[in-house]
């Protein structure tokens, strides 16, 4: 670490850094979503399918977030858990208006929480229920029933509505998130 990185630490000017998963079936906003949270300068116009997995930064008021942007296609889904030590974070997207592949996101999330390096961690979760504009969408707490989240009693976890196009509900998420991890290291 260089000096002035260590000064500016010390002086508080420099923000915590953070590692975040974002998970969930393709198709499901999580580039979208992390697009929408970098600032307006560095956003991309065009979100095109991830292949593989892509870093991503962006900065709350108190943090800065380095985001695994990973590939929910299924061919890449074995992908996820490679990075599951790093993460100190989950940010998990849910298409709301794709009721038939609900089942298969519960599946998926299941899968993640009993992974050994998941499972026995007091990691934070942050659930959109993303594409709330969509007519077809179900509710937020529909989309918690579905996916059983009440199950999840040994980990933080929280849901929020979201319309990543827009960027409603995403502020909210991440000022929940960033006081978990807060709240953890202090
Ligand atoms: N209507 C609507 N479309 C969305 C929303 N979020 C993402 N999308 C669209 O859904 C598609 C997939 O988004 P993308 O971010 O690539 O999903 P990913 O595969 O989870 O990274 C794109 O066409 C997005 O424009 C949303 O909140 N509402
Ligand atoms: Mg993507």
Request: proline share 3%; glycine share 6%; with cysteine.
């Amino acid at each position: 670490m260089g000096l002035l990185d260590r000064l500016s630490g010390l002086l508080g000017l420099k923000k915590k850094e953070v590692h975040v998963l974002c998970l969930g079936l393709d198709n499901s906003g999580k580039t979208t979503i992390i697009n929408k949270l970098k600032p307006s300068n560095a956003q991309s116009q065009d979100i095109v399918p991830t292949i593989g997995f892509s870093i991503e930064k962006f900065k709350s008021s108190s943090l800065s977030f380095t985001v695994f942007d990973m590939s929910g296609q299924e061919r890449y889904r074995n992908l996820w858990e490679h990075y599951y030590k790093e993460g100190q974070a989950i940010i998990f997207v849910i298409d709301s208006s794709d009721s038939l592949r609900m089942v298969v996101a519960k599946e998926e999330l299941n899968t993640l929480l009993n992974h050994p390096d998941i499972k026995h961690r007091r990691i934070p979760i942050l659930f959109f229920a993303n594409k709330m504009d969509l007519r077809n969408a179900v509710t937020s707490v529909k989309v918690s029933q579905l996916l059983c989240l009440e199950n999840i009693k040994d980990k933080p976890w929280h849901i929020c509505a979201s319309d990543a196009i827009k960027g409603e509900g995403l502020q909210e998420g991440v000022d929940w998130l960033q006081d978990q991890i807060q709240a953890v290291k202090t």
